[in-house]
């Protein structure tokens, strides 16, 4: 099993930062991918960005050049600092991993934080 906790979320006027965090507890052997993902009301939930255990970074279409996406493996946190943020990135961010052992595949999500984005 693997827990996720994700800090940093708040209320942020246009044009501002937020910077979420993402911390993996349990047993955290076999991750290979960390995401974020979020979810605005009455939409499906999306792509944010995602960053393997090699570093390798990915970002949605909606927030390339504005969002990065990066990790502490010491501390198993992943970050993602968001900046000029506008209306449309308000929503729900979920931290999930992708674990892989063996031929065994699952994805653990965190509970979600709430990211407001409004004059």
């Known amino acids: 099993q693997v827990q996720l906790v994700e800090s940093g979320g708040g209320s942020v006027l246009p044009g501002g930062s937020l910077r979420l965090s993402c911390t993996a507890s349990?047993?955290?052997?076999?991750?290979?991918?960390t995401g974020w993902y979020r979810q605005a009301p009455g939409k499906q939930r999306e792509l944010v960005a995602t960053?393997?255990?090699?570093?390798?970074?990915d970002y949605g279409s909606s927030v390339k050049g504005r969002f990065a996406v990066s990790r502490d493996t010491a501390k198993s946190t992943v970050t993602l600092q968001m900046n000029s943020l506008n209306s449309e990135d308000t929503g729900v961010y979920y931290c999930?991993?992708?674990?892989?052992?063996?031929?065994?595949?699952?994805?653990?999500w965190g509970q979600g934080t709430q990211v407001t984005v409004s004059s």
């Open positions: 960053i393997t255990t090699t570093g390798t970074a």
């Open positions: 349990g047993t955290l052997s076999g991750i290979h991918t």
């Open positions: 999930a991993v992708d674990v892989r052992r063996g031929l065994d595949l699952r994805r653990y």
